[in-house]
């Protein structure tokens, strides 16, 4: 819309134990949607821990249920911990 836009680029990186998921924002559309919907299907480990932006998370505040959840839009980095 008029020149602007959003874009949003993610990256995951695994380790044993462990997943982090980054966000790299650019540009100056402000989209209508307040959070991602996040499905983690396949994932080799049961979750004990999710930090956001080295924040932990209790599983309450994300309801968090058969590893799906919602999560701010503006985020930097999730952490998925085994």
């Known amino acids: 819309t008029k020149g602007r836009y959003s874009l949003r680029h ?7 134990g462990k997943l982090t998921i980054k966000q790299h924002k650019s540009g100056s559309f402000i989209t209508s949607y307040e959070t991602f919907k996040i499905n983690l299907i396949g994932l080799p480990f049961e979750i004990k821990t999710i930090k956001i932006d080295s924040e ?3 599983f309450e505040d994300l309801k968090l249920t ?3 959840f919602e999560i701010t839009k503006n985020f930097n980095q999730l952490q998925v911990i085994g």
């Open 10 to 16: 993610f990256t995951l990186t695994g380790k044993e």
């Open 56 to 58: 932990e998370i209790s």
């Open 66 to 68: 058969h590893r799906t």
